[in-house]
């Protein structure tokens, strides 16, 4: 998972392009960057870390240009990543060129060893730079950057939105079953600004206009003109649910739907589903809150929050041994006893991943008195991995890829667990079944893939 | 403002003490520390910055020792900060001293003469060392650490809550009115805990046992002996009210009254005392959500979040100019269009400090289209400075030392406005008002203090 | 300037390439990376900074393998080189490559256009990425390393050693006019090393066996069997007469020369040619030592020292003013009065380049009380730029570019100045000169170069 | 051993101070630290490291000022010491003072006890302190610093150079034995500098005037108008032949005497005292250089490097295992095979400690092929520690405590070894016997001391 701008302005793009990453960060904690330029020579800052720890007003300033991409990078496991740290820039010829990527291309192995047949190197794992030698290959044959975008379209598998900025020119595209996120707005300067997210167009005081189409390129010249492109044109879409289930941040508008809704609307269904007899819904936060508030909206059980987050838990806080990882919860969710004591709770959460975070919420609860604890869960049971880019357990480690509603509730101690239909969830969303990606909860994919195994590794960083 | 705690077990103490700084992290965000100790020599840990930054677990494993005791340190501005970090130690004779406070000592400048007049060099210009010369007073006339913590609230004017190791054992005491919160509570091994709030004993998965009381000494022997000592009586108590309105975290019981409850009550009594026709009651989050949630309970109108925080928002962001700093509340809190368009929305929050973020926001929902933004406070109006702690702005910064609610009204540019009364405030509590310092909304506090200046800067750290 | 070196040995490599680099480390203080491997995937750590500060005992564990090689580069100004940081590495088809380049190529855009041509992306500006295109290129056509190397000598311009790594082979040539160094010697373990300068064959405490003949590869296989290929034939030789002069450490042996005796008979030669009835003899130290001994030596005039170096000052050093700079001097040569004053000292240094410093020092000496002060330098004028890889001053900053001897004794200020006669040098090198490159004297240099302008920048760093 | 300056200017010293700090960096390279001040309120800056890394130009612009004070700090082991950081400063009334000290106090525990019974608290073991207590005891009786000096030197045993600043007022005295030295100089600009060594004001480009005398202390007030006291007289005085021997830089004068020319004398004595059959001279660098240079004049035998020093190493350098220890003293020290084959060679030292680098050199200049290897060392047998602030090994790692000559030769592996003798010392440094203090290679201290253990430790810092 990673988040992607693009903004081409009057002004200096690289304030508004900090602002935009700053709105996307929660879709990459690992690492960012930008890239700006004034129709020549480029400059970038990219480094590990916060958005917030990387820049500063000093770097701001000297990322000049009126035309600029960001991304941040959700941090990946398993392959060496140090490398690929994005944007990735270079010049080639007497152009410029930078790109940024979210996604996860599928046959990555394949298109490699193809470019590498024709004597291409590759410098890194990232599917950023097989997009990049297709772009080379094109150019070096005098086409256009619209001919690469069609050719990436066409032998390109998986998913990716990209933003491309070559000799000051932007251009952005998202692949053709539309599997990630993208869109675009206007910036309050009259500029556009294309985003992984509505949230930074507004995050940069602009205003959204609509999502790029799957297959769908836009092209921003060196006078600012305006041009969309419809490049490939898929027989029908697949947009992934796990952006309104968890991943998109919720007052984003993805592809038409407001993600709160859709989750609230989802927690309508499930008070619906399966209703109980219980004194409160309280939800887990900040994830559960949506589906939580239309739980308790459509069942009249009071909203109260009775787990209180604490703001300040990072990624580096420290668990010595098991016993302590155990304990690690209460300092992470710690349950207000005088709210749950002696009830019936129902704890609304968004999914189900590996189950341990649950039990021990499950525990933490009955341990602060509750005397019911009935989890309704805002997703259909997740069974299978994710191959176009969210970074879900692998399978064996996924509760719900060998167990069933039942066994998860009991293994997780639960009074009672229910998980959204597939039906609440693609009504919630209002889109067709068939035009939504929703492998990870049924198996069934947009097109076959194989496990991807970790990509070949150029070198370990110490 | 700061946190504190104090810990006692029978193994190792680092881990707890970080994990209950954790806890209080929302206490102090500047610097953090921790001294341990064995009965004998002390092992310490300082450092500016957040807890997640400050300690790894190789630090921790090299802070031995069973007893210990931490501190998180708020920034305060105006006077130099640097030399002040706590824990502050020091050994005298053969005794190795090591204390934290939390609070404000308004004759400062008088107890400080008094020492230098007895020769004393003053290192620093925190309230600490103030009661490290106290205590070494009585030491050097052969008196005991009781009789040392009875002279401090003989002669101490001001907040203070304390926590002191001395050669292994430890004492926590609290000023006579009780200015400052500090409670106790029992370990899962055993032992002792003493801390600001009873989330850091929840933290550590310790029970909570009560609070310490205004004038209260707890001292636990090398035998883990528990002592109390009533080492000096108020006429009446003075709990500070800010810590129920907004700084203690809402999962906190102080002083018996759980502050969520307190916050849920106050807003129930919003909607009584100025209730309105809207369609939906918002939340200005974190702070302003319980306040909602009572609001929404009382007046039945439904609680719909409006305002999605940005969970990275650090301290850290940039913003060069003043437009720009106008725009940074979009980045912070932004707001969902689809649910205040055309909409009356009533938006909660805890207290209008100087009223620019609330116009920024007012502006913000307004922008995002909502017909009518009623404002709805859930404190009186804060018209005075604190003398006993909590970092308000200064008096001609505070919105609400020369308006009224009119004009504050028309100021942040709401439809409406209204302030909880101080007998909601004081219902809500549960405590009598002359046990509570109310100081802040009414100019009448405990005991008579006088503006205090910045102290006697000792030098500039560049 | 750079410094190389690779070993293969029986045990782990790294600590043996990072006391190598120590040892070469005056070759270049601007970054330095080792790359080590078995055999198969590599590790690395690369960084800028120096060896010291680059590499803890920690990262050397971590770089394991009996195979590796490594690089310190010198700070090029003007070309942006973050990105230029070596050793370059990749991986194409199944094969692991890394290598690490001392030199410069002076027909690189004509070779850069020609690989762009064919589709190539170049990511750095580096001359090692050309050399790395060439490898590939060859390998592609199923050629061996060995016609890589000879392609490499057929069609690059300009001078260039390089130690490469391919699956876990060392291979090491240096160019056909052998104008940077490059010899190997065996480890104490009995594994082998090449390296820029015999210093580091003895710096790991093993033996320097010979000088690799220019247009010569060695090339070390998985079974250690050494195999040494003519790949290319000059008509004459170039070696460097710089590394002489300045550039190499005095008690390195470059092509069959130890450098201190070279330096040592130029100032013997110095006496010859330029006597002057003197008092003392001073070196500027450390470059002008070996020079003054010799001096010394042949007109039985006392070496004295008369200029104590600061041990302590790094390129950190602030001048925040012209004026300061000029002081700067007395805090990295401060005169002994006492040994000067009312003498007529000869003060010995190696070269001339700006001829700032020469003026400062002989101020200095002349305000400490010199009465004469007659200067003699170990080398002609330098009149012309090195196209080869040494970063001398461009050529309007060479005082020695438009001036003759005569008027730069006037402007550094010097009661008497002379320069060692080319003939001098020659001889004590012991190397005919038609095998030296003298272009930076003469501006006769081996083949025809152009002026090379700053290459290509593909982005610039924040 | 630490570094000490004070200047008083016209205009701001802070870079002034820098550069002094540069001059004195071979004093103490653990930490540094400058405070400045306009007759007001002080401004500061400490760290850890070198001063080229402390310092930068916007600090330095921040240290604004026209009297300061700066410290570098030799790093002591043994005992805790981050809190020990200098310079030392603290308010006390309305007084602003600070002041940094060179030398150790021999009777610490006494004072400190002292003043504890009169309550004082102590936060650290540094010796500074107590300098610190009698100030602040004298000017609570209203005296005036001039009788804290004269009481200091009453009360305190041991060694002490004491630069103050008190409400922009410098003073700096030496102890009644002249044991650490101190003198002082003009600035360029007509200000007044007093430093521990004369190369701080040359390296300020300021002139030297004289050393301060032992018991005197100077006073610049704020006109500027400078005051000399006689403030103690000791019968005898005991300047440290250490200095000379070693600690002090070559081209200072200290006590009248240019430490470089006492170094060369001491060598001349060498070749009379222990004449023999050599091919060359050579130093052991960069210690041993003036030594060398004077057996060399005297023994007319060559004077020729044979060992080559590494210019970068640092304390950094990473040696995993005794063996590979062995292997550093090649990276450090490499000798020059051509030079000393099949030669009989005399190496030159300043002294030997614990014998083990001395042995590794000998065997290291055999191994390139020396037929004999004669020892000459520029100083008597090193037998006793220092109890004056130069950190030399503890008594059982002296080789020199239990070892004669003879055995010590052996040890080394030397052909002949030679001390020189207490009288070639003396007279080189041209001051009566019993003006020094011989303590180190007599036993006889100028005053009874005893073992001095490590000062009780406040804490221990992670």
Redesign the interface.
């Known amino acids: 998972m990673c988040g992607i701008v693009g903004i081409v302005s009057s002004a200096d793009v690289s ?1 508004s392009l ?2 935009a990453l ?2 996307l ?2 879709r990459g ?1 690992d690492s960012a960057g930008i ?1 700006t330029t004034d129709y020549g ?5 990219r480094k590990q870390g ?4 990387i ?3 000093d ?2 300033k ?2 000049t240009g009126t035309v600029g991409i960001g991304h941040v990078r959700y941090p990946t496991t398993g392959c060496s990543t140090a490398e690929n740290i994005q944007p990735f ?5 007497s152009h ?1 060129i ?1 790109l940024a990527h979210n996604g996860n291309i599928t046959n990555y192995t394949t298109l490699r ?1 193809m470019f ?8 890194t794992t990232s599917d950023t730079e097989i997009i ?2 297709i772009i ?2 094109e150019l ?1 044959q005098n086409h256009t950057i619209e001919d690469a975008v069609r050719r990436c379209m066409r032998i390109i598998e998986g998913s990716y939105s990209v933003v491309l900025l070559i000799d000051g020119e932007l251009y952005a595209f998202r692949d053709p079953f539309g599997l990630r996120p993208l869109g675009f707005g206007k910036t309050a300067e009259g500029g556009l600004i294309v985003a992984s997210e509505s ?1 930074a167009v ?4 602009g205003t959204f206009e609509r999502d790029i189409l799957p297959g769908e390129m836009i092209h921003v010249d060196q006078n600012r003109t305006i041009r969309f492109v419809e490049c490939a044109k898929a027989e029908h879409y697949a947009y992934c649910i796990f952006e309104y289930i968890y991943f998109a ?3 984003s ?1 993805i592809d038409g739907a ?1 993600v ?2 859709v989750r609230r609307s989802i927690g309508s269904s499930l008070a619906q589903e399966a209703p109980v007899d219980a004194d409160i819904v309280c939800t887990i936060p ?1 994830s559960g ?2 589906y939580a ?1 239309g739980y308790s ?1 459509q069942s009249n059980i ?4 009775c787990l ?1 987050k ?5 990624r ?3 668990m ?1 041994s098991q016993e ?1 990882r155990e ?2 919860v ?2 992470k969710l ?3 006893s ?2 749950v004591r002696d009830r019936a709770v129902i704890l609304v959460d968004d999914s189900i991943v590996r189950g341990t975070t649950s039990r021990m919420i499950v525990e933490s609860v009955r341990h602060a008195g509750a005397a019911e604890v009935h989890m309704r869960i805002g997703s259909p049971i997740i069974k299978e991995p994710c191959y176009f880019g969210v970074d879900m357990a692998t399978r064996d480690q996924l509760i719900g890829s060998e167990k069933e509603c039942d066994e998860i509730c009991k293994q997780i101690g639960a009074t009672s667990l229910h998980y959204a239909s597939l039906n609440a969830l693609v009504d919630a969303i209002g889109i067709a079944e068939t035009d939504l990606c929703t492998g990870c909860v049924t198996g069934t994919y947009p097109f076959p893939v194989g496990r991807k195994p970790c990509k ?7």
Do not use: W
């Open positions: 304030y900090y602002c700053y709105a960060q929660h904690q890239v020579p480029m400059v970038t800052h916060l958005v917030s720890s820049f500063d007003e770097t701001l000297k990322l820039f270079f010049t080639f010829k410029h930078a060893d590498e047949e024709k004597g291409q190197i590759f410098l990049s030698k080379i290959d070096l949230v507004e995050g940069i005081g941040r919720s007052d508008v407001l709160y809704d900040d809150t949506a508030v909206e009071s909203f109260v929050e209180i604490n703001r300040y838990m990072g580096t806080f420290i010595p302590m304990r690690s209460r300092i710690n349950p207000i005088q709210h070949r590794t150029t070198i370990q960083y110490m």
